[in-house]
């Protein structure tokens, strides 16, 4: 293989919704360019691009494929990333390392959730964006549809490339608007026949034509005049002009084909070597000190890892971007990441599983070595004296937690360092040993996203797990103010054990007033503090503790055991065990013993006058509640509300969009556990939601009964 210049290297991110047919659009380009002599199905499990087991066992795609074509002596790298929603990790990497998105669109529905989400990526990221309608062969297609959808939701920026004859199983013939030709198939799609346009659409296609003309000179004020002056341009003034469309994304070309039969799909190929920007085109990349780093060949050496797989009968793989300079076979980098020195003893072009080894990799071009002995996803590496250090991919927050264990308690070990390797080849997983739930919490995007880490950890790594609803981290605090007091006294012989606490606790918000006088039946305490600490909880929330001791009832050096017994409840709630907040407390009175009183007394006597003060102080247990955006089509609305009603939601707001709801609501963190699971279901997987915690709010009388009792009984069986 040659070697590519940064100026002929064009990186491109092949996406869409589950179903879109992106794998199956990777394979016919791969054909198209020589890749391949025969092209595979998903169905058979042959793809260049599925190829683990656990993609061959579900026929889906799990992982990002990383593969390049070399086409019209320019070098496509395209990374094609999984369809489904729990994924979408895939799409956030590929993106960040991408010049273009290809946003693969099912001709029989048009713009999906999928589809705005991924849309959405690319706005925030400013990536180019082309759409390829796919499908157009398929029973249900329809062409007209399918462009209104995209108009209605993305306006005017959406331009036709191309018109289809005829839709549905027919479909063989389309017209291109850039080019003004016909381009025919036979059944077995392949190289077409191109012809001129039929008399009876030349209208339309002259229509459409004008349009993309128009799209194409609004970007360079040049073209403009030129266009206002002869009324056309040059098919190289176009390409230059809708090349600026996309970099700015005021155009959005619309590219039909069928993959399934290889119709249409060497066209796109040939805008893409054509038209689309190449790296150097694109807004230079800035490191974390906000320094532009431009592909540079001659530059020093940098790069990104932006992906590492463990690969059968290979071992760890690192997928990495040339930022900077021209890395050559053997060469020494360090990581900036990890303080660690790494040689680079062979370096590949990637196709799939296939690596071809070649002597070096320009700036903007992708690569892969394989087994370095210390290098990470997200890992900057760079040559000595260069400091570049990259950071540009932010992954989406988890939506579906499960708590995990190994079948065999004497595996947890070996099942966390299992954990701690998988999440370098995917990091939307996210690992956590929860010291307050005591459980070890694995996070994803979905149910199938855990399900599928579940898989090859049973089927790669020979290790049976369990998994279980992970327990939700309540709050515990109270509602009114209480008094208590508590000796601890205990005596065996010599020193005994003596210290006494009187205390009274109220809830604590931020801007009260000091404490003064409080009255319990007939009796009222007027207090002097002496004293007070404020202690900010990690957990949320604060404990405040004031000394109001007079008369030097309790000695000033046991008032932090004092409050060591208190943190100790804090900790560990009176009523469920959770973590408890927003609590003031004002230690008032005491007694000690000259020999007798020490530090643990006083530690076991605050800890059950708090416990018992807490009790009769109203108590009430908080719950985690989470801020629902739920994305979904207009059909099901109705039912996805319902739904979330079913699980204690309040209902905060709607808006319509072009035939898809985004509904937001306000719900607890229990009702979400198979939330995941049951969208899915009612909407055949078509929709979507996002989730950020919100606040800690009171749970309702019955579910704080059925958590009292629920706490109750597992004591007793302690």
Known sequence: MKLYKTNEIKNIALLGSKGSGKTTLAEAMLLECGVIKRRGTVEAGNTVCDYFPVEKEYGYSVFSTVF????????????????????????????????????????????????????????????????????????????????????????????????????????????????????????????????????????????????????????????????????????????????????????????????????????????????????????????????????????????????????????????????????????????????????????????????????????????????????????????????????????????????????????????????????????????EQSKELKQLIVSGQGEFHLRTLKWRIENNEKLPIEYHEPRIPYRETITKAARADYRHKKQSGGSGQFGEVHLIVEPYAEGMPEPDTYRFGNQEFKLNVRDKQEIPLEWGGKLVVYNCIVGGAIDARFIPAIVKGLMDRMEQGPLTGSYARDVRVMIYDGKMHPVDSNEISFRLAGRHAFSEAFRNAGPKILEPVYDVEVLTPADVMGDVMSDLQGRRAIIMGMESDNGIEKLKAKVPLKEMSSYSTTLSSISGGRSSFIMDFSSYELVPGDVQEKLLKAYAEQEEDE
Request: proline letters at 5%; one cysteine or more.
């Open 68 to 431: 390049h074509a070399e086409f019209l002596n320019k070098k496509l790298n395209v990374i094609d990333c999984p369809g489904s929603d729990d994924f979408v990790g895939n799409a956030y990497t590929a993106l960040g390392v991408a010049d273009t998105g290809i946003i693969v669109l099912d001709a029989q529905y048009g713009v999906e959730v999928g589809t705005q989400n991924i849309f959405r990526t690319t706005a925030k990221l400013k990536k180019p964006v082309l759409f390829a309608m796919n499908q157009l062969d398929a029973e249900k297609a329809d062409y007209d549809n399918a462009l209104e959808s995209l108009r209605e939701h993305y306006g005017n920026k959406v331009v036709v490339i191309q018109y289809p004859l005829e839709c549905g199983p027919g479909f063989h013939s389309m017209i291109d608007v850039l080019l003004m030709k016909k381009y025919e198939w036979g059944p077995d799609g392949g190289v077409p026949v191109i012809s001129e346009i039929p008399e009876d659409q030349m209208e339309r296609a002259n229509e459409l034509h004008n349009a993309l003309v128009e799209a194409a000179a609004e970007n360079d004020e040049t073209l403009m005049d030129k266009y206002f002056e002869e009324g056309h341009l040059t098919e190289d003034e176009m390409r230059n002009g809708i090349r600026l469309g996309l970099i700015d994304r005021s155009i959005l070309p619309v590219f039909c084909v069928s993959a399934a039969k290889d119709m249409g799909v060497r066209r796109m190929m040939e805008f893409l070597g054509n038209v689309c920007p190449f790296v150097d085109d694109m807004p230079a990349p800035r490191t974390i000190s906000d320094e532009e780093v431009k592909p540079d060949a001659d530059g020093p050496v940098s790069i990104f890892v932006f992906k590492t797989s463990v690969e059968p009968h290979i071992g760890e793989v690192s997928y990495f971007k040339v930022m900077s300079g021209t890395l050559k076979a053997g060469a020494d980098l360090e990581n900036v990441n990890r303080g660690s020195k790494e040689r680079f003893a062979q370096i590949f072009s990637v196709c799939g599983q296939l690596r071809t080894p070649v002597e070096s990799l320009a700036a903007g071009d992708i690569g892969a070595s394989v087994k370095l002995k210390d290098v990470r996803t997200g890992n900057t590496l760079n040559e000595k004296g260069c400091d570049y250090q990259f950071d540009f991919i932010k992954y989406p927050k988890p939506k579906y937690q499960r708590a995990i264990k190994p079948v065999n308690e004497a595996d947890s070990e070996k099942l966390s360092g299992i954990l701690t390797r998988m999440r370098e080849e995917d990091p939307t997983w996210v690992v």
